[in-house]
């Protein structure tokens, strides 16, 4: 398997991974703030990195940044993201909060041709916009009421396009260690000053267990976004988010009595229509690449001479 396709299995084990954290989240919403679901959630996901840390990498040396204004610039999106999307999937459906975030492939692709000159063909620009064209059927803004967690859902799409852009400038500069703990520190940072302000309760063990399970999803989906981007080029991981609204249906029809209407259902399937097609495109580009460099192999080598050594001529 080449790197770009472990790489992109690596993004939709990571998806499906952060699916099931974000509907436990939801589900805790109705008892717990969104800073103490944010606090205790960051909190836990350490735990993965504890069984994850290189054996040549230090805890210590998180701070020893090589590239310090961009791992900046990825601790405080990351730091953003989680709060911004915390709030969303509390306070609107997950598909409706889904759709705005699936606007981060779109994002990516734009940031991935500005900032990194990575090259994207017309036919991926155009699934791009049927994908923002699905989401826009989906929220309908000015037929439906726009809330708050539309908003954050937007602002972490934002957010979260950016991390991944910078996290592919920084790979294989950072530590791991880094990569992981900063954005973490962070976002545990932002999430007690809220609790400071707004106040807190202690949740009792069933939550607390929910939040563990939570935070322990999250650092492992993230680690594995962390290797996805750094197999595999950012416009080829991005598309992989879309594979997150087959589980916002899912998890949404099972649990929380959420199903979009026909309009909706009509706007979720061109979002999933254009990831499906990003990923055929790579396969279909790659299947041509392969069987022209054969053409142009048999092509270019030299005709038989019908002579094979020493003696006679053929006759």
Sequence with gaps: MSPTSLGVLTALTAYAVYSIADAMVKGLGGELSVFEIGFFTTLFSVIPALFSKPADERWRDTFKLRRPWLMGLIAVCRTASAMLITYSFVTIPLAEAYSLVFLIPVMTIVLSVVVLRERVGLERWALAIISFVGVLIVVRPGFKEIELGHITAFGCAISAAISVTAMRLISGEERKVTLFALPGLLTLIANAIGLVIFGAIWPGWMLLGGLLVCGVLGGIGYLLQIAAVTLAPASRVAPMQYSQIVWALLFGALF????????????????????????????????????????????????????????????
């Design 256 to 315: 929380f009595e959420e199903a979009p209407d026909a309009v909706g259902l009509v706007g979720l399937t061109l979002v999933v229509a254009a990831g499906i097609g990003n990923i055929f495109i790579d396969g279909a580009r790659a299947r041509i690449a392969g069987r022209w460099a054969e053409y142009r192999a048999r092509r270019d080598q030299p005709e038989p001479s019908g002579f094979d050594g020493p003696g006679p001529d053929p006759v």
